[in-house]
């Protein structure tokens, strides 16, 4: 157990619909991490958080959003959902954002868009 | 972020040891080497990771060359458990994330 929580587990959602994803880091972490999984295009960094800011952009659609809030939980917020929004999605999470801290990731949400 | 590049997959025989090589010829001074592994449906587990010198830990080794153009990440004794894709990765110092390439699969055979 790595200690990073992300609800929902498993979501199945219609086409244009919009899905939240949320994720609790550990304990005493600052840093969250989003990055998305679908089986043609391996892991990407979505999005980083640091206490709460905006740290650092990847390929994040336009439709999709996040935010860290003052507790430091994050959710990851998905709009006018595609087939190709199908992915599973990984929160991940480290004490702050240097390079010798390790991250550590939940277990992922799974989005099934029909 | 400078690139690494891993075989795409290898195989092991259970009980034996597993050398998994990472070469990292652009690596900046201030890179850190890090390792993780992805097990079917599950999130990234770190492994290991190292600056300079090598590395052990309860799960595996890390050895880093003198001049960190490349690293080879070691599992003393392979376990069916440890097939999984294996991801070598620079994190360097202009952001936390990690960017994830392609990885290695390695499969163990019993």
């Known amino acids: 157990d790595s200690g990073v929580t992300q609800t929902p587990k498993h979501l199945i959602t219609a086409t244009g619909q919009r899905v939240t994803l949320r994720c609790s880091p550990r304990s005493g972490d600052l840093s969250v991490y989003w990055y998305q999984q679908s089986l043609d295009q391996g892991l990407q960094f979505l999005i980083q958080?640091?206490?709460?800011?905006?740290?650092a952009k990847g390929n994040i659609l336009e439709r999709f959003s996040a935010q860290q809030f003052p507790d430091l939980h994050s959710e990851l917020n998905l709009s006018s959902l595609e087939l190709g929004d199908s992915a599973l999605y990984f929160c991940a999470s480290s004490a702050a954002d240097s390079s010798g801290n390790t991250i550590y990731f939940g277990e992922g949400s799974w989005l099934t868009v029909v | 972020d400078a690139k690494t590049t891993q075989p795409n997959s290898m195989e092991s025989n259970e009980e034996e040891p597993v050398h998994l090589p990472c070469n990292h010829s652009t690596i900046s001074g201030t890179d850190y080497i890090h390792w993780y592994r992805q097990l079917p449906s599950q999130g990234p587990e770190y492994v290991i990771h190292g600056l300079t010198s090598n590395v052990n830990n309860r799960m595996a080794s890390l050895a880093i060359a003198e001049d960190r153009k490349s690293s080879t990440l070691i599992l003393h004794r392979a376990t069916l458990r440890d097939a999984a894709v294996y991801y070598c990765i620079l994190r360097g110092n202009q952001g936390g994330k990690l960017i994830f390439g392609q990885g290695t699969e390695l499969s163990v055979k019993p």
């Open positions: 958080y640091y206490n709460g800011e905006e740290r």
